[in-house]
């Protein structure tokens, strides 16, 4: 997916805070929750995300998603990442 196609979604959908922004390589993040829900799109390396205990590695062009509250783990890889994401309160 291209980036104004799914910034467009994100806004159509009523996330807000929208931004790009650059992850540096990052092992596994505990596990935690968000008062919000996040929507992002990898745009560059691999973004990792466990919920439920299942993980699952996102790369360029993939769309990953946590629902408020949701538990989950996430890890950034080596080479970093560079991800679009939304929250929606």
């Known amino acids: 997916m291209d980036i104004a ?6 806004k159509a959908d009523g996330f807000q ?3 790009t922004k650059r992850l540096d390589p990052k092992p596994v993040n505990g596990e935690h929750g968000h008062h919000f829900g996040v929507r992002g799109l990898v745009i560059e390396g691999a973004f990792t995300v466990t919920l439920e205990g299942v993980e699952r590695t996102y790369r360029a062009g993939e769309i990953f998603a946590v629902e408020a509250g949701q538990l989950h783990f996430e890890e950034v890889g080596p080479e970093g990442a560079k991800v679009m994401v939304g929250r929606k309160h």
């Open 5 to 10: 196609t799914f910034e467009a979604q994100l």
């Open 17 to 19: 805070e929208i931004e």
